[in-house]
């Protein structure tokens, strides 16, 4: 049974840092690309970040381009979102989902964890 488990939410400033953490777990986790989505009050879930199996590519939304980092640890089946220069638009449920390739629609993604909460506050 595939688990992915995030955490790393909570209540930040404007301007602040927080990083995600999404552990893994029920297969391989090494074989399978990684994304992050984020779903907004009253918005639909939308792309943020991917990352390939190896970790060798990433893919960013415009909107985070340059603010947030995608990376994996694969002895730790563990893949991370360091997000900085946080705004109150980031604020959203944060979700990690796997799939075969590190792509941007969601239909591609096999597994979705549960989701951690980001407010930023102005």
């Known amino acids: 049974q595939v688990q992915l488990v995030e955490s790393g939410g909570g209540l930040v400033q404007a301007g602040g840092s927080l990083r995600l953490s999404c552990a893994a777990s029920?297969?391989?986790?090494?074989?399978?690309?990684m994304g992050w989505f984020r779903q907004a009050p009253g918005k639909e879930r939308e792309f943020v970040a991917a990352?390939?199996?190896?970790?060798?590519?990433?893919y960013y939304a415009d909107s985070v381009e340059g603010r947030f980092t995608i990376s994996r640890d694969n002895a730790k089946n563990t893949v991370y979102l360091q997000m900085n220069s946080l705004k109150p638009e980031d604020t959203a449920i944060y979700y990690c989902?796997?799939?075969?390739?590190?792509?941007?629609?969601?239909?591609?993604?096999?597994?979705w964890g549960q989701g951690t909460q980001v407010t930023v506050s102005s």
């Open positions: 990352i390939s199996w190896s970790g060798a590519s990433t």
């Open positions: 989902a796997d799939g075969q390739k590190p792509v941007v629609a969601q239909y591609e993604y096999d597994y």
């Open positions: 029920g297969r391989t986790f090494s074989s399978y690309a």
